[in-house]
């Protein structure tokens, strides 16, 4: 597949901002239960702001993935069947309650609304909770659109929703240590260390990936796609000389060993290397290296995203092998 | 429900690309209009197609054959590329099971090109919508054309008559008597998306010749049965 | 797209249809235009029309964008006085200064010497028109572009069965059984034999096709034969050799119709060796062809009269006649010719197995004997014997370039009208059917002019430009027997040239050999690029200069509806309307479009007012005939006889009262005679009303055996479709090649060629069929350069025409040379890398792709997808300039200095057919350092003045609106 920058752009500040999100109110909720000190209301708004600026980021990349963005509006209708339409409401309602619940801080709407058992809930928690379960289902909805599609057996797998899900995740919690850094709050070993957990998880889950996905036969064969048992079948002409859709679409046009590059860049930037930069930052109580780590993790997250795209051999590519 | 589709004949698709051009012709001044073409006079020309006309090598010399092969939507029973749009542009026409797409509430987000396995779908670069065979909707179903002509501009340009045009629901159609007798196929049939359109194979003709049809008895040689000769001696002249 | 339960053009715009004939290629199928709002909309096919029958191409689908691309020329345009030619710097003139400066400077030729004007065309469908415009000012040098394209195969055929494929005749596959194709270019007679292969495919034939390439129609032969190029005769001489070993020939048809029984002097010290021994008859008054020939009776072991009813002739032997004259039938001359054409022999030189060479033969043999085909028709043949039924043998061929363009394609395609007539399939159900006006005499009446005083200052020619030689007194030369004509056509370096040689215009015409001339009209056809062998010397030779500074061609005038390559070089441009802006006729004279059932010809209506200040060439022409008092224009006081072409169409007549003229339906006052008849002032409107297509559908008993069918021939006699009724005898020993080969032995009396050509004249011009080498492989390095190299049409482009359409250039914006992977991996390059290909005479760059579907001597190309940059209205950035490549520059139009001349044509040593096939190359990867763009390249031609400026980077078309989003 193509790799279009927005759609890598998309998923990457989506899966940051919701990573934010759910460190923010995973803060909030360990503060509750006083494993941790409790933040300033401006902590969690400011966080939840940045949080929702990532979201908007990402709307804003999807535009430009659009042809006709000002028909936008019209994706909603089909959630009953199509995974798209479902992150088209999914994503403005999280963000919605990403918003609620950075106001909420902000306005310090934070008196107890009632209590269950030792637990005060107020607004901020309602609106936590179920920020977190749209973020959790926008991971999901992100990730289905890409692992519904059953032709792109690349992508056909539960191990790319676990990706999207890890991988944002592991992005937001980085990124949840980086703002703690530069605050100078103490909670970058907390975020830091859930970072690194989910880092590390992303990457049991990405490499489980990788590895089924170079062991992946593919269903469809050029005999399959023109009817033709032989095994020798060549493509010589696809029709056209100029190149057409299907070949902008589906093909990334890089060589195997830019392919191979990548995915070298990827596997160190966005796994170890944070790694390491988060754990020295803590260490040294660097601000610059936890920013560091975050940036150095994102960059390898787009990268980790443009292989994501590059990786997956459509079916329909049995049909544009050759030009003459 | 009736089922409309085409049938294309392998045997006798010589790769002449009329199909191509007169469903560019056709649609780019009809319903489905216009099929931009972007750099249509400079560098790689490109543009928008609902039908091509590839070509495959199969085998190696000297057993090779050219294999001609038409590629458009296929207008599958169980279109994969319908229910993922978001917007309910893509969808399956309920009388006569072509699958379309009206343009004015495609977002143009191409979703529904990764969802066909087949490459049928084009997103115009112009009008950023997404484009496809629509078994010329405005032909077939225009009253006011005679009935020779209610069929889509590819099936009646074709030379070779290499395009069936009809309702594979009717087992009695020309289409599914093709399908039934000549051995019609599915394209990735792997998939399950049941395809309305089919592929009918090669076939050879091949001749045999015994022995006895080369020892004829029509031999015209037997009528020129002669050995010349100028008066030599022979052994006549000579044993006793 | 807004969907309705249904829809209805008619609700969007007024829609309207007009029939008319289709030009995107020479194949002139019948198109319904469509239009919308008084614009194009749609271009089908019409289904009322006998040649495609409503099916339509990928050309003819593309009209609109011909119709509407930038290329067009819209103004006259003449050089820039001080611009240099070559650099398309123009300024636009009026139409009346264009014709005025024609006039004048044809006005002074006239006078002074009419054959330094020449008038060479292009693939034009009015060469009726053309010739005869070049016969009424006096000039010889007229030729269409039949000499490159394929005159082998007319002449091959024509000289042996009297008629040939294409529009003469063709493959009867509604009745045949065996199908054999040889090296038929992708689009030849597209539609139609499209529609018969498949409909042949459905019906169970089998079809066998013989070509170095796997394409197109040969993708759905049910056998591929892999030939090696220019080896088809060395082919069809072993199948003939096994058919007449295994006695799998029609002996009853070849006794009757064709000379192999007749007794041929067989004595090669009597002077008349070779030769038919002839007696003493009583010819007819108007005969052609007296019966005065012999055969060797069976019976009475004596001679007769050949064809004596009763008589059964001896095909083989040798025989003394009563005079004591040697004699053979010429069947036994043809089987000893076969003796040592054995498949084995075969082998070796096409690089197919004996084996395969075998069965080829056995399956034709066995198809025609055992297959055949009884049709209850009764006829009736030349000497009064009554048929209850017609008979056939159903095994078709057809064959094209892949033969014709060859220097042994002659002797090749007359080894296959050979092997035609030997299985008895002429004109016959399920063989080869001829298409009116042929069967003609063989060869057909018309002559060229004979003596150089046929032309002469202010007089039409006397004679025909174009014409049939029959023996060496036809021959167009002078006292030393050097040529007459600028092409050398119908002189002993090509006697029979009969569609001259348009290849070797611009090289004679530089050289000032035979003589320079001064003007140089070219009608639609691209010299300048793809049309012509040489290409980057030919554009060289067109703006070298002489020593005095002045054009070695002084003017060159060029009519066309695009930029062509050529228009570059022009003093004077014409701007030719499109095939949708104007009337013309696909005529009887010229043609025509028959059907093996009857003849049949047609018309083009304008279905839209021309473009800019464009004029269809034809009224061009009258008017240039008119204004200069071309007898045939202008009455006795020289006044206008024609206001326009159409009213020329209606009323000319090829003599007064003849009743012949260009178009055969619907003539006569009333419009009911067909063929002859008085002019119809309202034919025009009956070819309107009739779809603009005339098809006389002949009765069932005239529609078979028309060479020997009386009834046939004399109605073909009555309605002036040909001179002579007497049969048509098949030339299977062909006499008429003795004749010129007995002037080179210096037997006989008459023209004797010049001594350089004395060797190649007898050697050519054998009276049977024989194999020979192409006449290149022996002149050059052959080994230096191992593969055979061709090009191909492909089917959605017509020559060069197509690059400015913008549908059909994104099917093929540029090409690749095919190489089988064998070569690729001896030469050491992979599948896509840039390569060098080298002949003898230069080489090009281009991109190359592997293919199993070509035979490994053979590597190939689209042909003229390659363009020189800024022509066709194309940007300089184009595909087809930057990665498309032409092959012609490895093409030389002329062979190596050698015995028989320094300047001879790279041609067929009988018809002067240029030898594109013959070419031979090497390939080698090209280095890593240099640029990914093929060579030569040429500096990008300007847009010229009138030409609609680019159309940006999208293009929207919508019923002849070109939307801006």
């Known amino acids: ?324 | 429900m009736p089922q409309l589709a085409l049938v294309i004949d392998l045997n006798v698709c010589v790769g002449c690309h009329a199909c191509v051009t007169s469903c560019k012709e056709w649609n780019t001044s009809g319903a489905a209009g216009p099929l931009v073409d972007e750099h249509p006079y400079d560098g790689s020309p490109t543009g928008t197609f609902f039908n091509r006309v590839q070509t495959f090598e199969v085998g190696t010399f000297p057993d090779t054959e050219t294999v001609h092969f038409p590629k458009s939507c296929l207008h599958c029973e169980d279109p994969p590329c319908v229910p993922v749009c978001p917007t309910g542009a893509s969808y399956k026409r309920a009388d006569n099971g072509v699958v379309l797409v009206d343009y004015d509430k495609c977002i143009g987000c191409k979703y529904c090109s990764w969802a066909c396995p087949y490459g049928a779908r084009e997103l115009d670069a112009q009008e950023r919508v997404m484009k496809k065979c629509t078994l010329c909707i405005d032909r077939i179903t225009d009253d006011s054309l005679p009935e020779r002509d209610r069929q889509p501009a590819c099936v009646l340009a074709c030379p070779t008559s290499a395009r069936l045009f009809g309702d594979v629901h009717d087992p009695d159609s020309e289409v599914s008597v093709a399908i039934r007798e000549r051995g019609g196929y599915a394209l990735m049939a792997e998939w399950g998306t049941k395809p309305a359109n089919h592929y009918l194979p090669r076939h050879k003709t091949r001749m045999h010749i015994a022995p006895e049809d080369l020892e004829r008895v029509d031999n015209p040689l037997r009528r020129e049965d002669l050995t010349d000769y100028t008066g030599e001696e022979s052994v006549d002249d000579v044993a006793w | 797209m807004q969907d309705h339960p249904s829809h209805s053009d008619s609700a969007i715009g007024r829609v309207e249809v007009k029939e008319t004939t289709c030009y995107m290629c020479a194949c002139r199928c019948g198109i319904r235009v469509h239009l919308r709002d008084g614009e194009v909309r749609y271009i089908d096919g019409n289904p009322r029309h006998p040649l495609n029958k409503g099916v339509i191409c990928a050309k003819g689908s593309s009209g609109i964008m011909k119709q509407y691309s930038p290329a067009r020329l819209t103004r006259p345009l003449r050089r820039r006085p001080g611009a240099e030619r070559g650099e398309s710097d123009f300024e636009e003139i009026s139409w009346d200064e264009a014709l005025e400066l024609l006039e004048t400077r044809l006005r002074r030729l006239r006078a002074e010497d009419p054959k330094r004007f020449a008038l060479f065309t292009g693939r034009d469908q009015m060469q009726a028109l053309t010739g005869m415009f070049a016969k009424q000012f006096g000039t010889p040098n007229y030729a269409a572009h039949g000499g490159f394209c394929s005159v082998n195969m007319a002449a091959g055929l024509i000289y042996s069965i009297g008629g040939s494929f294409w529009e003469f005749g063709g493959p009867d596959l509604d009745r045949a059984k065996l199908f054999v194709m040889i090296g038929t270019a992708e689009d030849h007679h597209s539609n139609p034999l499209k529609i018969a292969i498949s409909e042949f495919k459905r019906r169970g034939g089998r079809f066998i096709s013989i070509n170095p390439i796997r394409t197109g129609y040969s993708a759905i032969a049910d056998e591929w034969v892999p030939i090696r190029p220019g080896t088809d005769g060395a082919l069809l001489l072993a199948i003939n050799h096994e058919i007449l070993a295994r006695g799998l020939f029609d002996r009853d048809f070849l006794i009757q119709y064709t000379n192999a029984a007749e007794l041929v002097v067989s004595d090669e010290a009597h002077d008349e060796a070779g030769l038919f021994y002839r007696v003493e008859t009583e010819a007819a008054p108007d005969c052609f062809d007296p019966q005065d020939r012999l055969w060797w009776d069976r019976a009475s072991d004596a001679a007769v009269r050949a064809r004596t009813p009763g008589v059964e002739p001896r095909l083989l032997g040798a025989y003394t006649l009563e005079d004591g004259t040697a004699v053979k039938p010429a069947f036994q001359l043809l089987k000893d010719r076969l003796a040592d054409y054995t498949p084995e022999w075969a082998a070796e030189v096409t690089g197919l197995p004996a084996a395969t060479i075998r069965r080829l033969a056995h399956e034709m043999g066995v198809t025609a004997r055992d297959h055949q085909i009884e049709l209850p028709i009764p006829w009736t043949d030349c000497w009064d014997r009554e048929h209850a039924s017609v008979t056939g043998n159903p095994v078709a061929f057809h064959a094209m370039r892949g033969m014709a363009a060859h220097s042994n394609g002659f002797q090749g395609i007359r080894a296959l009208g050979v092997l035609m007539s030997l299985l008895g399939t002429i004109d016959r159900p399920g063989g080869f059917r001829h298409k009116a006006p042929f069967p003609r005499p063989i060869p057909p009446c018309p002559k060229p002019p004979n003596d150089p005083a046929a032309v002469r200052p202010d007089t039409p020619l006397d004679g025909l430009p174009l014409g049939w030689p029959a023996d060496p007194d036809d021959l167009f030369v002078d006292d030393e027997g050097e040529a007459v004509r600028l092409d050398k056509a119908f002189s002993w370096e090509y006697p029979l040239a009969v569609h001259g040689l348009m290849h070797n215009v611009i090289t004679n015409a530089w050289r000032g050999d035979p003589y320079p001339i001064d003007t140089l009209v070219l009608f639609m056809a691209n010299m300048a690029w793809n049309s012509t062998m040489n290409t980057s010397e030919v554009r060289r030779m067109l703006v070298d200069k002489d020593e005095q500074g002045d054009y070695r061609i002084p003017f060159l005038a060029v009519c066309d509806t695009f930029s062509s390559e050529t228009v570059a070089f022009a003093d004077l441009v014409l701007p030719d309307t499109s095939y949708l802006e104007r009337h013309d006729v696909l005529s009887m004279l010229d043609r025509p479009i028959s059907e093996f059932d009857g003849p049949v010809d047609a018309v083009r209506v304008p279905v839209l007012p021309p473009k800019g200040e464009c004029r269809p060439f034809q009224d061009v022409l009258i008017e240039l005939g008119t204004r200069l008092g071309l007898p045939a224009f202008v009455d006795g006081e020289g006044r206008r006889k024609y206001r326009d072409y159409p009213d020329f169409i209606v009323n000319y007549e090829t003599s007064p009262g003849s009743g012949i003229g260009f178009l055969a339906g619907w003539r006569g006052a009333e419009g009911d005679q067909v063929l002859k008849g008085a002019p119809n002032p309202e034919q025009w409107e009956r070819y309107v009303e009739h779809g603009c297509v005339f098809h006389h559908q002949l009765p069932p008993s005239y529609q078979y055996m028309r060479n020997w069918n009386k009834g046939y021939l004399h109605w073909a006699r009555a309605h002036g479709m040909i001179r002579y009724a007497d049969p048509i005898i098949i030339h299977l020993y062909s006499e008429v090649l003795q004749r010129f080969r007995r002037a080179a032995q210096g037997k006989g009396e008459g023209r004797r060629p010049p001594p350089r050509l004395r060797e190649r004249i007898a050697t050519y011009f054998d009276p049977l069929p024989f194999y020979y080498a192409p006449l290149e492989d022996g002149l050059i390095d052959a080994e230096r350069y191992p593969l055979n190299a061709l090009t191909q049409r492909p089917m959605a482009m017509y020559h060069s025409w197509d690059s400015q359409n913008a549908w059909l250039r994104q099917i093929h914006s540029h090409n690749y040379l095919f190489v089988n992977p064998r070569v690729g991996a001896a030469e050491g390059f992979a599948d896509g890398d840039w390569i060098w290909v080298e002949s003898a005479h230069g080489r090009v760059r281009c991109m190359c792709r592997f293919s199993e579907a070509v035979e490994p001597g053979t590597v190939w190309t689209w042909n003229a997808i390659g363009k020189a940059a800024g022509a066709w209205g194309l940007a300089a950035n184009a595909d087809e300039s930057r990665k498309g490549f032409l092959l012609n520059h490895l093409i030389a139009e002329e062979l190596p200095e050698h015995a028989a001349g320094a300047h001879l044509s790279n041609a067929d040593p009988v018809t002067g057919q240029a030898a594109w096939f013959d070419l031979r190359v090497r390939v080698y990867k090209a280095g890593p350092k240099e640029p990914a763009i093929t060579a030569p390249q040429f500096a990008p031609m300007p847009r010229l003045p009138g030409q609609e400026p680019g159309r940006g980077r999208w293009q929207a078309y919508v019923a002849g609106i070109f939307s801006k989003k």
């Open chain 1, 1 to 324: 597949m193509h790799p279009a920058f927005s759609v890598i752009l998309l998923t990457t500040l989506l899966g940051a901002g919701q990573g934010l999100f759910l460190a923010m109110f995973t803060g909030q909720l360990y503060a509750i239960a006083h494993f941790l000190p409790l933040q300033t209301s401006g902590f969690y708004a400011s966080g939840s702001l940045l949080a929702l600026s990532l979201l908007l980021g990402g709307l804003a990349a999807s535009f430009f993935h659009l042809g006709r963005p000002e028909r936008a509006w019209r994706a909603a209708s089909c959630w009953r069947t199509s995974w798209l339409s479902r992150e088209v409401i999914v994503l403005p309602l999280t963000m919605g309650l990403v918003a609620a619940y950075a106001l909420t801080h902000l306005l310090g709407w934070t008196a107890p609304w009632f209590r269950v058992g030792a637990l005060a809930v107020d607004l901020s928690l309602i609106l936590g909770v179920l920020g977190t379960l749209a973020s959790l289902a926008l991971f999901v909805c992100t990730a289905m659109i890409y692992a519904a599609v059953r032709f792109l057996e690349e992508w056909h797998s539960p191990l790319t929703v676990s990706n999207f899900l890890l991988l944002g995740s592991a992005s937001g919690f980085m990124l949840a240590a980086a703002y703690s850094a530069w605050l100078g709050n103490p909670l970058v070993g907390f975020f830091g260390t859930w970072a690194v957990i989910l880092t590390l998880a992303a990457a049991l889950s990405r490499g489980a990936h990788l590895l089924r996905n170079a062991r992946l036969e593919h269903r469809s064969t050029v005999q399959s796609a023109i009817g033709v048992r032989h095994s020798a079948l060549q493509q010589k002409a696809q029709g056209a000389t100029g190149g057409s859709f299907n070949t902008r679409e589906f093909f990334h046009g890089r060589s195997a060993r830019t392919l191979r590059w990548v995915r070298a860049f990827f596997l160190l930037t966005v796994f170890p290397l944070p790694v390491v930069l988060i754990a020295l930052a803590h260490a040294e109580v660097s601000s610059t290296l936890a920013l560091t780590a975050f940036a150095v993790q994102f960059v390898g997250l787009l990268a980790e995203r443009w292989y994501f795209f590059a990786e997956a051999r459509h079916p329909q590519n049995l049909y544009y092998q050759s030009v003459s």
